[in-house]
């Protein structure tokens, strides 16, 4: 695994705003999408990526099965809450499909990739992983390929939601130029799957006692949401969400695995596990240099480093009330004085492609730049 | 190979902005009329006469016709599917009612599940109002304004200045 310098297109920012509708290559004037440089694997390290992130995803279902057998206890340790918990169980009994979710993988191509973290129910740099670095490729290195199959993958998963004719309505924060583009990208695959959207924004939703409609009044029965469970399941039409009077993707039970605390009940069911890092509930379980993480946190916030139970290293932010996880600290391996985290993509639960994301220090965030990559 | 074999957008980018003028729903100057009589007397006969026959041609060739009555009951509700003969046997259709007309706007009305008066728009299809009954003979009566409280989701988001995605 190596870090390539390569030159990036003439004109690319054009490019890809114009024939690919991608608009937030730059992000608060600092650059997001990077072709200065690009990643390289080997074909054996892809494989070996694949394999990981398949396992992984298996191990993620195993889990959920086993929090709902569980029940209460098991879903007390993951905070979800007990209005929340029957909607849990039934889309899992139910086999409610999920559509996506991105894997954080500790990778340097000498061992076994380490999952730092899984977002399971809100994943972007989306987008970027299933089209800019695709385009990027052929352009680039044509001919060439890439772990990232993530287009195709898409448009068929969509065609096994058993949707027909019910309208799939696409929701986000408006105003927000990442999550709106992911979600329009979204709505493209699933256009192209044959599926009948819409768009509306999440505070758009309306609620009649019955159903929820959308700006036209007219209900809405289907809706892919790029919002948090976590948020949804306290705010004022969270209740409604919950009965099931719509059907929602990702479906209820992601949120076994949506949020921190999952990492240390996956140890627990299988501790030791190469591609798993140690983690724990409680502080002082795990031995050696650990980083505490908000169980709810996002884009790096609030997380401590802490060695021989002193704080080493931390960064601010507004997470942290509903607890931490503990897991071993795993370094993130330097490229040329860049860290590389691996988002490795599951599709209708199958492995699909990755995108690779580095900054300049070890905490990703979501100013980190995205490099493509290819494979040999 | 490992990568998709093509990545073709159809509503991003360059190529498209061809499908943003689907999925409209009826306009709010949609009447809905049972017969050309009760249009005629709103909108004037040759109007009525002509959008009742583009409606009706419209109904005949696009409404789904099924081999088995409970596959179009399925869909379009318990008794709101009619027996049609052909050639080549029975088939079974939805129930068109009458035909919503707009400024620029016509389409048949079709009774759906739970009594509900459907139009079909961009390949999906809306609710207009309810029928008041079974059958032909239903009283059409315009969807009602329930009042609709919104802005119960997304207070989390406009509390944190951060993406809702991870």
Known sequence: MRRLATTPRPDWREHVERDLGFAFHTINDAPYWDETACYVFTAAQVDELEAATGELEQMALELVDRVVRSGDEAYERLRIPPSARGAVEHSWTAGEKNLYGRFDLRYDGLGPPKMLEYNADTPTALFEAAVVQWDWLEATFPGRDQFNSLHEKLIEAWKNFGLGRTRVYFSAVKDHAEDTGTVDYLRDTAIQAGLHTAVIAIDDIGWDGMRFLDLEDQPIEALFKLYPWEWLVFEEFGQYLLSGVAKVIEPAWKMVLSNKAALALLWEMAPGHPNLLAAALEPGVIEGTVVRKPIFGREGANLQVIEGGRVIAETGGDYGAEGFVYQAHAPLPAFDGNYPVIGSWVVASQPAGIGIREDSTAITRDTSRFLPHVFE | ?166
Do not use: H, W
Request: aromatic share 10%.
């Open chain 2, 1 to 166: 190979m490992k990568k998709s074999r093509t990545v073709r957008l159809v509503l991003l980018g360059s190529a498209g902005l061809m499908i943003a003028a689907c999925d409209e729903a009826p306009p709010p100057d949609g009447r809905f009329f049972s017969t050309v009589a009760e249009c005629a007397a709103v909108k004037g006969e040759a109007e009525c006469e002509k959008a009742f026959a583009e409606s009706k041609a419209t109904f005949e060739a696009e409404a789904p016709k099924f081999d088995r009555k409970e596959q179009c009951e399925a869909e379009f509700g318990a008794g709101n599917c009619e027996t049609r003969e052909s050639g080549a046997g029975s088939f079974f259709m939805p129930m068109m009612m009458g035909y919503m007309l707009g400024n620029a706007f016509r389409q048949p009305v079709y009774r759906g599940p739970d009594n509900r008066a459907m139009v079909r728009s961009g390949g999906t299809s809306y609710s207009v109002g309810q029928f008041a009954g079974a059958g032909r003979a239903a009283a059409y009566q315009p969807a009602q304004a329930t009042p609709v409280q919104r802005g119960g989701f997304g207070g989390t988001a406009s509390s944190r200045p951060v993406s809702a995605g991870g």
